[in-house]
């Protein structure tokens, strides 16, 4: 298999798993559109935030407050946290370099930017440190305080506003979409339905 063939193969796999675990599931619920939407806006929320390894338990910890505090931005768990999957140990690297570069220019110190290569391998050491959950979710907290400071967690807030908001928006639109066309089908199959018991009644 050549180069080529790989990428291909590699973008249907990630298609498939995005449709099967992302997709899937926000069209085959019978929850309202803007229960749904909240779910994908939560889960792009905490995924959009560089809290790699903890996102999954901070989403369940922020459904918890919201079933308390807030019942009428409940949500399903299930869905946030698989739209957390969004940002993983894969995608955090470019992810976390946009938000050093947002960071810096927000806080007019963008002469300051490393390049991507060094960004990359610094991040990587501190997704890989040997401990057990707990421990290595604290060490990976420090670390990312130490190395890389406030402009990782400044230049990450647009994009968590930005792309919740977006998440939001469009997953409302797709789910009112798709359950639309499904009652124009059903609709016009039983208007199909009507027409042949009427011909079947008139007879030949």
């Not at 946030?80 to 938000?99: C, D, E, F, G, S």
């Not at 797709?174 to 339905?193: D, P, W």
Request: with cysteine; net charge positive; aromatic share 12%.
């Amino acid at each position: 298999m050549n180069a080529e063939d790989r990428e291909q193969s590699i973008l249907r796999r990630a298609s498939t798993k995005i449709r099967v675990r992302l997709i899937h599931p926000l069209l085959h619920t019978r929850h309202t559109p803007d229960y749904i939407a909240r779910s994908v806006m939560f889960g792009l929320m905490v995924a959009l935030t560089p809290t790699v390894g903890a996102q999954m338990p901070i989403v369940f910890l922020i459904w918890l407050a919201v079933r308390r505090f807030k019942p009428e931005l409940d949500f399903s768990v299930v869905i946030a946290m698989a739209w957390t999957w969004v940002t993983n140990v894969a995608t955090a690297p470019p992810i976390y370099y946009l938000y050093i570069v947002t960071g810096r220019i927000l806080m007019g110190r963008w002469d300051r930017l490393r390049d991507y290569d060094t960004f990359a391998s610094r991040l990587t050491e501190s997704l890989q440190e040997d401990a057990n959950w707990f421990e290595s979710l604290w060490v990976y907290a420090v670390n990312l305080v130490n190395k890389f400071g406030l402009p990782l967690f400044i230049g990450c807030l647009p994009w968590v506003i930005i792309g919740s908001w977006l998440g939001y928006r469009w997953s409302r639109s797709l789910i009112i979409g798709v359950r639309r066309a499904r009652e124009r089908r059903r609709m016009r199959a039983a208007r199909r339905r009507a027409l042949g018991e009427v011909r079947l009644r008139k007879g030949p």
